[in-house]
């Protein structure tokens, strides 16, 4: 019997929040090893997206396991103003060291949401306690996805999910994030990333500098733009504009950061604009816990510190267990030289993506640095149109996937407005042959999905 949404009285997948009674159930997983996750019925997938660009070091792996569990048999819990960890204590002097300076002391949380909830608070109380109380605007970019709680969902650009909790949440400016494919009439890239630039410094006078807190940015946008990069430039721009206001630069890197992009943090490939606050989560600590971190420099901390202490805490934050299974993870990141892995693999993929869009009339574009790739996926490329946003192309592909045994995580942000874009972000551990098996298995599923699009009457080739 196939198992569907809604098919017991009570408790069931999770998926009964989505999809409506009668929906077809996803596989089972039963286990992950490398890049290949299984389900009960023995298929196998390439998880090609590491789940939700998450599973940086790749599944199953032997040392972090054992040493989850070196821990767990130690212990799992120790409330972190009570008594520190070992593992804590060595994560913050790692991730430190290889964030480089400015960015000294680091606040360990369960997730990219708590982290940016961390950096948006953090910086609010450092105004309080600096005379700048005025300051409380967080501008931010449309689109931009920074997490699902009040907070951070405040500052993320996505006009369908604003729509809903907008009448809850305080009301942050929003100007546009550059993007690279269909551009706002009349403009080129580098001229849409400088009225880009230049949005900033216009919301800030027309908000009042002495109002605005900070400008918190994806330096790669993930779901929200899929993987647009843009040039030093711009962010040299954004630097100086924050500087010459004193306004705080906070980079989202959840996605980018951890060296996914070849660089252990993105803004360390732009020297010019180093952020004031950075957060990680997802491949941090790459799925083995939920985990995620900001880090700050010396001089935000000690201010706060020296006003009493941050007021604001999670009952999980800096977690030993986690930390322990985190430090892990950075530890095989480090054993195993992923971050240059992740440049090495992500030209190879780069080459590989490319031959694929020189063949599919579907690839509109390939973009993305290291192995945080995105394909933008289009009715027909001479054109560069857009297939009927009802027909959720990523989704179609998704489905395909499964069946040609690749595992495509998709998410539609602002219900397609800004583009349907397939996210190919592999774990770095994938090897040369794992990446060439990769773009076969999505060239086939494209090709699929070409057949259903001329069945359907939305395009012709
Ligand atoms: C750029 C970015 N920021 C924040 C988040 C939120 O992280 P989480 O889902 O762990 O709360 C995500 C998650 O997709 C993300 O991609």
Sequence with gaps: ??????????????????????????????????????????????????????????????????????QAARVTF????????????????????????????????????????????????????????????????????????????SVTGDANTLGIYAPMMQSHPKIDAPRSYRLPEGHTIESFEAACAQALEDAIVREGPESVLAFIVEPIGGLSTGAVVSSPAYFQRIRQICDRHGVLLIFDEIMSGAGRTGAFLASHHWPGARPDLVTLAKGLAAGYTPFGALLAPNHIVDAVVGAGGFVHGHTYFTNPLSCA???????????????????????????????????????????????LMAIEIVADKSESRQLPVTF???????????????????RRANLGAFGDFQMITPPLTITEPEVDLLADLLERSLADLQVEIEQAGLARY
């Design 1 to 70: 019997m196939p198992r569907t949404i809604g098919d017991t009285p009570q408790g069931g997948s999770v998926l009964g929040f989505y999809a409506p009674r009668g929906t077809p159930r996803p596989p089972r997983v039963a286990k992950g090893e490398g890049v290949f996750l299984w389900d009960t019925d023995g298929r196998r997938y390439l998880d090609a997206t590491a789940g939700a660009v998450v599973a940086n070091i790749g599944h199953g792996n032997p040392r972090v396991l054992a040493a989850m569990q070196a």
């Design 78 to 153: 120790a409330y972190p103003r009570f008594f520190e960890s070992e593992d804590s204590v060595a994560l913050a002097d790692r991730l430190c060291a290889w964030a480089g300076p400015g960015l000294d002391r680091a606040f360990f949380v369960s997730g990219g949401s708590e982290a940016n909830e961390s950096a948006i608070k953090l910086a609010r109380q450092y105004a309080v306690v600096t005379g700048q109380g005025s300051r409380f605007k967080v501008i931010s970019r449309n689109p931009s996805y920074h997490g699902s709680t009040l907070g951070a969902l």
């Design 325 to 371: 299974i985190a430090n892990a993870v950075v530890g095989e990141v480090a054993r195993l030289d992923l971050v240059k892995q992740a440049e090495l693999r992500g030209r190879q993929l780069t080459a590989r993506l490319e031959g694929i869009a020189d063949r599919s009339p579907l690839v509109g574009q390939v973009r993305g640095l290291g192995l």
């Design 392 to 410: 959720n192309a990523p989704a179609r592909l998704t489905e395909h996937g499964l069946r040609h045994g690749i595992a495509l995580y998709n």
